[in-house]
């Protein structure tokens, strides 16, 4: 099973409201990422989580709150966001991260289309 | 500073055709460079991984060339065909340190016509 899957696959939120992006992956993978992609844009890294630990926080704002509750699953928690935050929001998920002896090769899911009012 | 650069937004080509993309860089030291595909509203697909001392690999109707003097590297489809149509990006993980994240290019849009 190669797939990560995400869910919802759209969401509309409310700049006041308070809603979970979900990610889920079960190829043993041991490395899991949050990205941003905005219109004709490249995705842009957010968060690494390897061994379900945070290693890197790309200066986002507190108003995304990643989790890695276990090995498979990832969430982004989302709180008083802008309408400046509406994007394609993608998880993805590598053998392993920062060992550059191995292959690392990101598996991405369909995304979350997500849009602030 | 560091970039990745597809210099042409787009390519149009003609079914049959091969199409050859370009991704030069700048100011990196990557261990290894990706190039994935990436259709409208959905996430990127892996394509290939070549390794810096590797110059040259291939799948199927993929081939991506790896030049790290030129700091270049070149995907081609060969025998294009319309289901190619999409938008391809490469990537660069740096080998500077642990910190190895994958960085993106902006992506070229390919479009092969019938």
């Known amino acids: 099973d190669t797939e990560v899957t995400q869910t919802p696959k759209h969401l509309v939120m409310g700049m006041t409201n308070k809603k979970s992006l979900k990610c889920e992956q079960h190829m043993g993978h041991r490395a899991m990422y949050w990205y941003k992609q905005k219109a004709k844009k490249p995705p842009e890294l957010m968060f690494v989580y390897s061994y379900e630990k945070l290693s890197i926080n790309e200066s986002v704002p507190s108003r995304f709150s990643p989790e890695c509750p276990n090995s498979s699953l990832l969430n982004l928690h989302l709180h008083a966001l802008q309408p400046e935050d509406s994007a394609l929001y993608l998880c993805a998920s590598s053998q392993d991260y920062g060992r550059v002896s191995i292959n690392h090769e990101q598996y991405f899911g369909p995304g979350t289309r997500l849009t602030v009012t | 500073s560091q970039k990745i650069e597809q210099n042409s937004e787009a390519l149009n080509i003609q079914e049959g055709k091969t199409a050859t993309l370009t991704c030069n860089y700048t100011?990196?030291?990557?261990?290894?460079l990706q190039w994935y595909r990436q259709d409208p509203g959905r996430g990127p697909v892996f394509l290939l991984l070549?390794?810096?001392?590797?110059k040259e690999k291939r799948k199927e109707r993929l081939k991506v060339t790896f030049d790290t003097t030129l700091k270049q590297s070149l995907f081609h489809i060969t025998a294009s065909q319309p289901a190619d149509s999409a938008t391809y990006l490469c990537a660069l993980t740096d080998n500077t340190g642990a910190n190895s994240k994958l960085t993106f290019g902006k992506g070229i849009t390919l479009s092969v016509r019938p």
């Open positions: 100011n990196y030291s990557p261990a290894y």
């Open positions: 070549i390794r810096e001392n590797e």
